[in-house]
């Protein structure tokens, strides 16, 4: 095959497959959590309000370009593998399991410093309208807010996996356990509902690990809550919204899933006309 059209194979193919599973699990769970079980888990509605059909059609169109930008990015993967500038091996037996599990790990710890602060740059006045600000039209996010993103912002995210290809040997299942936990988490943080039981709330991962509750509050406030699955950069650079442990711990109470941030702590909460963070 002509090496155009095996590259435009590649785009496609790759974005089909993340699309037709995103579509999938995102739409599990919005059916389930959003129509069958609705009533049964409307105390764990983090906010109460539903969105609208409008903004869930939006989310999906902007999904399927994400995809699109997210297969070239597996595209430059593997064609740098081709050519032998990365690290990217088949060979599973060339390191052992344990080296599999660490390289595992350490590729979330990077990939959670990498949103972190590309994510705080995008919250620049500089950035923020080229970057981010389709993601941050879902002011109440749903299961299919995840990919809703600007094409630059999607790029930003699809160079993650090729960079590290670069620093450490890294097996393809590494890489494929890696983007289907990061893809769970992602549904997670924008599912609308909190997951954690009380304990979490009272517990020493809640400084370490992120939530629904969390994430949601970025979207509604529209700044503070940088991190995607650990709390702890927001923690340790002061971008822990001051209300975050307040919510949580309310959100968390003994409820089925969690508990709804109340309706008058909803009222209370104050959507940013320009979710920018000033110090950046
Ligand atoms: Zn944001
Ligand atoms: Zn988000």
Redesign the pocket.
């Known amino acids: 095959m002509f090496p155009l059209l095996r590259s435009i194979a590649i785009v496609l193919i790759n974005a089909a497959s993340v699309l037709g599973w995103y579509l999938m699990l995102s739409g599990a769970v919005w059916l389930v959590a959003y129509r069958w079980r609705r009533a049964q888990w409307s105390l764990s509605k983090i906010i109460q309000r539903h969105p609208s059909r409008g903004q869930i059609l939006r989310e999906i169109g902007f999904s399927i370009l994400s995809c699109l930008i997210f297969g070239c990015g597996t595209l430059f993967l593997w064609w740098c593998g081709q050519k032998e500038w990365n690290q990217l091996h088949w060979d599973f037996h060339r390191h052992g399991l344990v080296w599999h599990l660490v390289c595992l790990a350490l590729t979330f710890v990077l990939w959670d410093a990498w949103f972190y602060w590309t994510h705080r740059a995008m919250h620049s006045r500089l950035l923020f309208r080229l970057f981010h600000r389709t ?1 941050h039209l879902s002011h109440n ?1 749903t299961p299919f ?2 990919y809703s993103l600007d094409p630059l912002e999607a790029l930003t995210y699809a160079v993650f996996l090729p960079l590290v290809c670069f620093i450490y040997p890294i097996h393809p299942s590494v890489i494929g356990a890696f983007m289907v936990t990061q893809f769970g988490v992602n549904l997670v ?2 599912s609308g509902f909190e997951l954690f039981p009380r304990q979490f709330a009272e517990s020493r991962f809640n400084w370490l690990l992120s939530s629904a509750t969390s ?1 949601v509050m ?2 509604r406030y529209g700044s503070g809550n940088y991190g995607f699955c650990f709390q702890y950069w927001d923690r340790l650079m002061g971008t822990c919204h001051p209300q975050y442990d307040a919510h949580l711990a309310r959100n968390c109470q003994g409820n089925m899933i969690g508990s709804a941030i109340s309706a008058e702590a909803e009222s209370g909460m104050t959507e940013a006309r320009h979710p920018v963070h000033s110090s950046v």
């Open positions: 993601h996010p807010t995840a943080i924008h994430h970025h979207h």
